[in-house]
């Protein structure tokens, strides 16, 4: 009886402590553990963080016919924020600078939201839309699917998807706003003339 008693309490400690119990896939931790951003992810996040500090100009390269034309107007991007978790980059658009781009590590996931503000600072009706990336991406290029809260937002039902995408080299930034796969707007930024 004695060893019995002894050897029960043994068996829960080594249950608890040494990974015998099986975890809860819907226990808090576990699902932290997955919810984690992927190699591809971290390392397209640093890839813009090395751009901290500088600003870019940026022109047209694609808009589909029959949609209002951006061509000749100045763009700029400001890599102005780079954190661990979050990296912000203003667009400007001649004297319009109510744009910034988002990338955010949201619920240990990698998150696209564009940021859309007044000149007064107070956010417009429409903004904080973008998605989650797909997870299909690379250091380089990452696809971000409308999320539900951009679907609700926007009421369409476009199959909105951006593409961000940075050449190997690190000498173009790309952003693409797709609708049902195709290409609808493309803006290219050279890397490699910081301003």
């Known amino acids: 009886m004695k060893k019995i008693l002894f050897v029960l309490p043994v068996l829960a400690f080594l249950l608890i402590n040494c990974g015998g119990a099986p975890r809860d896939p819907q226990s808090p931790e576990t699902v932290a553990a997955?919810?984690?951003l992927t190699f591809e992810e971290?390392?397209?996040?640093?890839?813009?963080?090395?751009?901290?500090?500088?600003?870019?100009?940026?022109?047209?390269?694609?808009?589909?016919?029959?949609?209002e034309?951006?061509?000749g107007r100045d763009m700029v991007m400001h890599v102005?924020?780079?954190?661990e978790t979050h990296v912000h980059i203003p667009f400007h658009m001649d004297e319009d600078q109510s744009r910034t781009w988002?990338?955010?590590?949201?619920?240990?996931r990698l998150r696209f939201r564009h940021d859309h503000r007044y000149p007064d600072g107070t956010p417009e009706e429409q903004t904080l839309y973008g998605g989650y990336s797909d997870r299909t991406g690379t250091a380089f290029k990452q696809k971000f699917p409308a999320d539900e809260y951009t679907i609700a937002l926007l009421t369409d039902t476009l199959n909105r998807e951006w593409n961000v995408v940075l050449e190997e080299d690190m000498s173009n930034f790309s952003?693409?706003?797709?609708?049902?796969g195709?290409?609808?707007?493309?803006?290219?930024?050279d890397l490699t003339m910081p301003l």
């Open 80 to 83: 102005t924020v780079c954190e």
């Open 34 to 36: 997955e919810e984690t």
């Open 102 to 108: 988002m990338f955010l590590v949201e619920d240990g």
């Open 42 to 67: 971290r390392a397209f996040l640093n890839n813009l963080a090395s751009l901290c500090g500088q600003s870019f100009r940026g022109r047209q390269t694609y808009m589909q016919e029959g949609r």
């Open 182 to 189: 195709e290409i609808v707007f493309q803006a290219d930024f």
């Open 175 to 180: 952003y693409r706003l797709l609708y049902h």
């Open 69 to 71: 034309s951006w061509e």
